[in-house]
């Protein structure tokens, strides 16, 4: 007999039908952890909202006041090297009064020990006004959102273990001058770049973003991720390639909510975590409210259907210097810093068009931290699908308030209580954890019950839960 007391959620945020789109079948999640970024395991709730998250503003990082910066600067990547970490951005500067840039773009690099604390190192690559003494690395084609990635691929070779995508027009005195689209950028070093190829190798799409790849260890495949226009709004499209200079056909991405908005950059990548989630930070862009941007959040199990979260994830008071014309972009990369395993850091752009120059703020998320299961003081109920795990143990990740708490009972697929797994046996969870064990006083092992359909129903109260995983951690 199935329990009565469920009923349809309701989001905070973004609203969704919940139905049972698995037809039946048992969802095989084994030992992977899972988020609450979508209504993939959700079969019924009550008192019960998924709610989204914005990060907490830290300091600003990077400051662009160099001659060959400027308050345009854009486009940042940003990801862990070993024990340092790098950045790229394109380097410019827009006139206010001429209206007009004052020197040509260029590709900054900053790189630093600890995410917080960046130099911008001088590198004698590249000339600026005559002289090498710069942190330039890049200043041929495809200056505008030059966007570096280190490869991962096993059999990558050691001259292009650092590859990246940028727009261009064609350099083959054979291509007609109107062929453009994201060129291909081999380097062994990450600082010194060299084309793979003369023509573009993307050419389906409108490339005026920050156009990204990576390599996709699960998939085995290079990814893509480019601008292009969806019935006059500016969209997303994804591609993939084994040898990263062919291509498959592009697809625009699909999304659980209808509304069509201007999307700019995306963000997109596997969540380290739970690596068969993707997220991304895509901009969301107004052009009708003074060509402002805001990032927002999505989620997805394929890295081509999306759940979009409709509420911005850095609103312009986080803390200054967001309202004006795109002064509010996320930049791509997800951070875990040294010492701080609890949180990761992103960082999202200030201050552009305006002034001498622009600036890059760090912000932190929880770990998971980017939608919980929240409940307040009514008691709340969250009912899964069936579901197929392996392990021995179950931890979560949750906050409750000081009379706050979670519970969980394992039922079998009709909704019956497992003996042994009931709410009344299970000892309630309370405070502020990243991992908490959930046990019951019957002392049972999980493993008994691994590898069989089961629900799980979660019970919370004044409290959050950010994710929850099997494992056969003692």
């Not at 950045?87 to 006139?95: E, F, K, L, N, V």
């Not at 900054?108 to 604390?117: N, Q």
């Not at 600026?128 to 041929?140: E, T």
């Not at 893509?224 to 006059?232: I, L, T």
């Amino acid at each position: 007999m199935k329990p009565i007391f469920f009923l349809l959620v309701q989001l905070v945020v973004a609203p969704f039908t919940i139905v049972d789109s698995h037809g039946g079948e048992p969802i095989n999640i084994g030992n992977q952890r899972e988020l609450w970024v979508d209504d993939h395991l959700i079969a019924e709730t009550d008192g019960i909202t998924l709610q989204l998250h914005q990060p907490q503003a830290k300091e600003v990082i990077l400051v662009t006041d160099q001659p060959w910066e400027g308050n345009t600067c854009a486009y940042y990547t940003i990801f862990q090297d070993g024990p340092k970490y790098r950045m790229y951005y394109r380097g410019s500067h827009w006139d206010e009064k001429a209206k007009r840039a004052t020197h040509p773009e260029v590709v900054c690099y900053a790189e630093s020990k600890d995410g917080i604390h960046w130099q911008k190192p001088e590198l004698g690559i590249c000339k600026f006004n005559g002289s090498k003494a710069n942190n330039i690395v890049w200043d041929g084609v495809g200056t505008h959102n030059f966007t570096p990635f280190k490869d991962t691929n096993p059999d990558c070779k050691p001259d292009a273990r650092y590859k990246a995508l940028a727009r261009g027009r064609s350099l083959r005195p054979e291509d007609k001058s109107s062929t453009h689209g994201l060129f291909a950028f081999q380097s062994a070093d990450g600082l010194h770049w060299k084309l793979m190829k003369e023509s573009p190798v993307i050419t389906e799409g409108a490339f005026d973003s920050q156009n990204l790849a990576f390599y996709d260890n699960i998939e085995n495949c290079y990814r893509d991720y480019h601008r292009w226009f969806n019935q006059g709004k500016r969209d997303i499209m994804m591609c993939t390639s084994t040898d990263f200079l062919n291509w498959t056909q592009p697809v625009g991405l699909q999304y659980t909510e209808k509304k069509k908005e201007h999307l700019y950059t995306n963000a997109i990548q596997r969540y380290p975590r739970a690596p068969h989630l993707f997220i991304g930070f895509p901009t969301r862009y107004l052009p009708d409210e003074g060509q402002r941007v805001e990032p927002v959040f999505m989620a997805s199990r394929d890295g081509l259907h999306f759940k979009r979260w409709s509420e911005p994830v850095i609103s312009e008071d986080a803390p200054e210097d967001r309202k004006g014309n795109r002064s509010n972009y996320m930049t791509w990369g997800l951070l875990q810093l040294p010492g701080k395993n609890h949180e990761y850091s992103v960082y999202a752009t200030e201050a552009y068009y305006t002034g001498l120059d622009s600036r890059v703020r760090r912000f932190t998320y929880r770990v998971d931290g980017f939608v919980s299961a929240h409940a307040g003081e009514q008691l709340g109920h969250l009912l899964t699908q069936p579901v197929i795990f392996k392990g021995q143990q179950l931890h979560l990740n949750l906050l409750t308030t000081e009379s706050g708490s979670v519970a969980v009972e394992i039922q079998d697929i009709d909704g019956k209580p497992i003996p042994g797994f009931s709410l009344k046996e299970c000892q309630r969870l309370s405070g502020d954890s990243t991992s908490s064990r959930v046990q019951w006083k019957s002392g049972q092992s999980l493993q008994t019950l691994a590898g069989r359909p089961v629900r799980l129903h979660f019970s919370i109260q004044n409290g959050d839960l950010y994710s929850f995983q099997f494992t056969d951690r003692k």
